[in-house]
């Protein structure tokens, strides 16, 4: 990991200022614990080099930190600021987290009078339940029971239904073989031919609602694999990244 810095405007004192070394140092300390999971080591850090030389984006690695430590609300806080003062490309992945995190809240509020508090979440737990709150789920699921109700609702009805139609086709061709003198009576032909068009009509009906279950699983399942990939960076949200801007400068983070 490196960390880079590119000036892009005057200083207070009208000439083009660098970051502070100090703040790189502090920067590039708290990346390396976060790296060995000493959160609170790196949460340090990073407040340090913020408090050295302030950086929007420094808030994104602060909220995350404080994720990592289950404090849920200086995150809701640290976040918050870097979605107003960064603007980023990722802001509905970190909505996402912002949510969560209230939603974490929530859940502590209400369980207070349990005998014993949940310990903090370790990084497993936090990604188990980015997965089991992702609202892709049902999409994938009810895609690929349509598709299955959909071949197997169309193949069997199609099969079944052409039996019924092929065994009063037989009968009628039998008739019509012998010149009526065997099989059965001209009654039994047209409650046949009846039948056999019904049949023949509802197999076509059964293929039909099997390709539209099949053409609607694979659409949904299409969406919900989409809105799976789309929503697994906030599983990996721990890579520290920032673009922030301060005094006329670009604080640029590369990892």
Same mark, same amino acid.
Not at 85 to 114: F, H, K, S, T
Not at 146 to 172: D, F, H, K, W
Not at 225 to 236: F, G, N, Y
């Given at each position: 990991?490196?960390?880079?810095?590119?000036?892009?405007?005057?200083?207070?004192?009208?000439?083009?200022?660098?970051?502070?070394?100090?703040?790189?140092?502090?920067?590039?300390?708290?990346?390396?614990?976060?790296? %060995?999971?000493?959160?609170?080591?790196?949460?340090?850090?990073?407040?340090?080099?913020?408090?050295?030389?302030?950086?929007?984006?420094?808030?994104?690695?602060?909220?995350?930190?404080?994720?990592?430590?289950?404090?849920?609300?200086?995150?809701?806080?640290?976040?918050?600021?870097?979605?107003?003062?960064?603007?980023?490309?990722?802001?509905?992945?970190?909505?996402?987290?912002?949510?969560?995190?209230? #939603?974490?809240?929530?859940?502590?509020?209400?369980?207070?009078?349990?005998?014993?508090?949940?310990?903090?979440?370790?990084?497993?737990?936090?990604?188990?339940?980015?997965?089991?709150? %992702?609202?892709?789920?049902?999409?994938?699921?009810?895609?690929?029971?349509?598709?299955?109700?959909?071949?197997?609702?169309?193949?069997?009805?199609?099969?079944?239904?052409?039996?019924?139609?092929?065994?009063?086709?037989?009968?009628?061709?039998?008739?019509?073989?012998?010149?009526?003198?065997?099989?059965?009576?001209?009654?039994?032909?047209?409650?046949?031919?009846?039948?056999?068009?019904?049949?023949?009509?509802? #197999?076509?009906?059964?293929?039909?609602?099997?390709?539209?279950?099949?053409?609607?699983?694979?659409?949904?399942?299409?969406?919900?694999?989409?809105?799976?990939?789309?929503?697994?960076?906030?599983?990996? #949200?721990? %890579?520290?990244?920032?673009?922030?801007?301060?005094?006329?400068?670009?604080?640029?983070?590369?990892?």
């Amino acid at each position: 990991m490196a960390a880079s810095f590119l000036g892009n405007g005057p200083s207070d004192q009208g000439q083009r200022r660098g970051p502070n070394p100090e703040a790189v140092e502090a920067y590039e300390d708290g990346q390396e614990r976060f790296s %060995k999971a000493d959160y609170e080591g790196a949460l340090a850090a990073f407040q340090r080099a913020g408090d050295i030389q302030p950086a929007p984006g420094l808030h994104y690695n602060i909220g995350v930190c404080y994720l990592r430590l289950g404090q849920y609300a200086p995150a809701i806080e640290a976040l918050t600021k870097y979605l107003d003062e960064a603007d980023p490309p990722d802001r509905g992945d970190v909505e996402y987290m912002i949510a969560d995190a209230r #939603q974490r809240l929530e859940d502590e509020a209400n369980n207070l009078d349990d005998e014993a508090s949940p310990p903090p979440p370790t990084e497993s737990v936090i990604k188990e339940v980015y997965i089991e709150s %992702k609202p892709y789920r049902p999409l994938i699921i009810a895609g690929s029971a349509g598709i299955v109700v959909g071949i197997v609702g169309g193949t069997v009805g199609g099969v079944l239904l052409g039996l019924e139609v092929q065994e009063r086709n037989a009968s009628i061709d039998e008739f019509n073989e012998s010149g009526g003198t065997s099989g059965p009576n001209e009654t039994d032909i047209v409650r046949l031919e009846g039948e056999a068009q019904r049949y023949e009509a509802l #197999q076509f009906v059964a293929i039909g609602i099997g390709a539209a279950l099949v053409a609607g699983g694979v659409a949904a399942l299409v969406i919900g694999l989409k809105r799976k990939t789309a929503a697994s960076e906030p599983s990996s #949200q721990a %890579k520290l990244r920032a673009q922030p801007r301060f005094l006329g400068n670009t604080f640029a983070l590369r990892f």
